[in-house]
């Protein structure tokens, strides 16, 4: 695959302890300017907050790859695996596409590389005219994939998490909703806490941070 040989910047890190295995140390990318500087910064610390005792550290790193509409979601994902290295969450105001799959299901919100650390999300079909909204929104996807990063798996059952919401890991049936009616029965009823169930994952799968 050919790298975009662009430039990108270690510009600030949250530090949540001291450096361990690559899963406790979270690269943020932002590639280009999907989300200003402030709302980064904000998201950081909510993934942190989600992730107490399993994430050390949240970095963010600016990335700056030429400017396009849409993308394989197969090529960013390798592209920020080579260009950036660890574990990744990228995100980004490009179409995610996924080329193999059938026109209706082509696109998606986000995605998790299986054969390595790094997921990306797209800010394209979740903003809305509420700068708030489209930020949770941004935030409950992010959390959805790293959970797949951390080995958590989709479940249909809608449980509720510690702050109300469902969890993170909720999955709806797309084709039943419809991109419109998925957006705001399941994107926007996650909450920001993970469910019991994923709880006890991520502490047998992973244990907490001495």
Do not use: W
């Not at 050919?2 to 943020?28: C, Q, V, W």
């Not at 299986?114 to 079909?125: C, K, L």
């Amino acid at each position: 695959m050919a790298s975009y040989g662009l430039a990108f910047s270690l510009d600030s890190m949250h530090e949540i302890g001291k450096p361990a295995d690559t899963l406790s140390r979270l690269n943020l990318v932002r590639i280009g300017k999907p989300v200003n500087r402030a709302e980064v910064e904000a998201i950081a610390e909510r993934i942190g907050d989600a992730f107490p005792g399993f994430l050390r550290s949240v970095r963010i790193v600016d990335y700056e790859p030429p400017t396009v509409d849409e993308i394989e979601a197969d090529l960013l994902t390798q592209a920020l695996d080579q260009e950036v290295g660890g574990h990744i969450l990228g995100i980004t105001d490009a179409d995610l596409l996924d080329r193999s799959a059938s026109d209706f299901f082509r696109f998606m919100f986000g995605c998790k590389d299986n054969r390595n650390h790094v997921a990306v999300v797209s800010t394209r079909r979740i903003s809305t005219a509420d700068p708030g909204r489209s930020i949770a929104r941004l935030l409950k996807v992010g959390l959805h994939e790293l959970g797949h990063n951390f080995g958590l798996t989709h479940h249909y059952s809608y449980e509720s998490a510690g702050d109300g919401g469902y969890c993170p890991m909720s999955k709806g049936d797309y084709n039943r909703h419809g991109e419109r009616s998925y957006k705001r029965s399941v994107i926007d009823g996650r909450g920001l806490r993970f469910c019991r169930a994923c709880r006890r994952f991520l502490n047998v799968a992973h244990g907490q941070l001495a």
